[in-house]
């Protein structure tokens, strides 16, 4: 079983939905990333949490550390929120264990 | 762009090749992290270094793979007699504290 891991795998949803994106893990962690990797490879980080809640635009990320579950939700979906989106723990010295990935797709 | 670079962003080789690829960190980072991605799957930790100082190597880093960081800057990372389960994305990340900032990778194929 893995450290980390993401449901669902993959997502299709139409423009306009609520988008949400579910990760659990079985480590002691520092903090939680969630981050954005489009087609070509490169990777942004959305958001460090290690508690509680954060919102950056229509992205919003939630942590529960007794339940060990983060959840990402997008708001008011558009394609241009179709990327793969991974959730990974930064445990000890800084090292990241990611899941293996949710792939969104949202049509218009 | 996230002020960390990789070079080559492509490599496609013959196996048993060597190949060679750089990542330069933002200037100001002490820590700079290696990463393989193969297809469909979420990045796997290959090393990390704070300053010049290599200070873990996973498991998935046979003795063909080896990394230096040689004045605490830039970092390469050699693989020696490439095999077809090394094609991957190779990922470089840099922090300087908790958030790490990730490379566009380089695409390595062995053909």
């Known amino acids: 079983k893995n450290e980390v891991e993401q449901s669902p795998q993959n997502l299709t949803a139409q423009e306009g939905e609520f988008i949400t994106i579910n990760c659990s893990y079985s480590?002691?962690?520092?903090?939680l990333h969630w981050l954005q990797q489009h087609p070509g490879g490169g990777i942004v980080s959305l958001f460090m949490?290690?508690?509680g809640k954060k919102k950056h635009g229509r992205l919003i990320a939630t942590i529960n550390i007794q339940e060990k579950h983060s959840s990402l939700h997008i708001t008011a979906s558009h394609p241009r929120d179709s990327a793969v989106y991974i959730c990974?723990?930064?445990?000890?010295?800084?090292?990241?264990?990611f899941g293996q990935g949710t792939r969104l797709t949202i049509n218009p | 762009d996230t002020g960390v670079s990789q070079d080559p962003r492509h490599k496609i080789t013959k196996r048993g090749q060597n190949v060679t690829f750089r990542c330069d960190p933002i200037?100001?980072?002490?820590?700079l992290y290696w990463y393989r991605q193969t297809l469909g799957q979420g990045p796997e930790f290959l090393t990390y270094?704070?300053?010049?100082?290599?200070?873990?190597k996973s498991r998935l880093l046979s003795d063909r793979f080896s990394a230096e960081r040689p004045k605490g800057s830039f970092s390469t990372l050699e693989i020696q007699r490439t095999e077809q389960g090394d094609s991957a994305m190779y990922l470089c990340?840099?922090?300087?504290?908790?958030?790490?900032?990730f490379g566009p990778g380089t695409r390595l194929t062995v053909t």
């Open positions: 990340a840099s922090t300087g504290q908790y958030e790490q900032y």
């Open positions: 480590v002691g962690i520092s903090a």
């Open positions: 949490l290690s508690s």
């Open positions: 990974a723990v930064l445990q000890g010295a800084q090292k990241l264990v």
């Open positions: 200037s100001e980072h002490n820590r």
């Open positions: 270094f704070q300053n010049e100082a290599q200070l873990e």
